[in-house]
Each structure stands twice: as structure tokens, then as C-alpha cells.
């Protein structure tokens, strides 16, 4: 095993300390998006997406 990587620490969980706290920065991270998200942006980026979509269809019928 390297030397100069980091062996994380147990905690009484049995889940490793640095597995905790990287999941821990993950949850907290995707909490600030959902609070952040702005719902008239999403509604242009679905619309932008639907319409990509529709313009490379093979089909005469649009899918949105």
C-alpha cells in the first residue's frame, strides 16, 4: 500500500471518517442546489432542451 496516501480513521458507525465526511460535503452540496434552483431558468432550459430534441428527430412528429 503507498505511504502517502491517507488511511481513514473508524468511527463507532463502522463507516470510515473520511467516507463520512466526503458524503457529508456531497449531501451539502446537492442541498444548496435544490435550494438555489430557479424555476423560471429550469423552465427555459427544459423548453431549450424539448426543442433540441424535436430538431433532430428523424420523425415528422415532434416528441414534445
Given at each position: 500500500?503507498?505511504?502517502?496516501?491517507p488511511?481513514p480513521?473508524?468511527?463507532?458507525?463502522?463507516?470510515?471518517?473520511?467516507?463520512?465526511?466526503?458524503?457529508?460535503?456531497?449531501?451539502?452540496?446537492?442541498?444548496?442546489?435544490?435550494?438555489?434552483?430557479?424555476?423560471a431558468?429550469?423552465?427555459e432550459?427544459?423548453?431549450?432542451?424539448?426543442?433540441?430534441?424535436?430538431?433532430?428527430?428523424?420523425?415528422?412528429?415532434?416528441?414534445?
Open positions: 500500500m503507498p505511504q502517502n496516501i488511511q480513521e473508524a468511527t463507532n458507525e463502522g463507516a470510515p471518517l473520511l467516507e463520512r465526511e466526503v458524503n457529508s460535503a456531497a449531501i451539502a452540496l446537492l442541498r444548496q442546489w435544490r435550494e438555489e434552483g430557479d424555476e431558468e429550469q423552465g432550459t427544459l423548453e431549450e432542451l424539448a426543442t433540441s430534441l424535436d430538431a433532430d428527430r428523424p420523425s415528422h412528429r415532434p416528441l414534445f
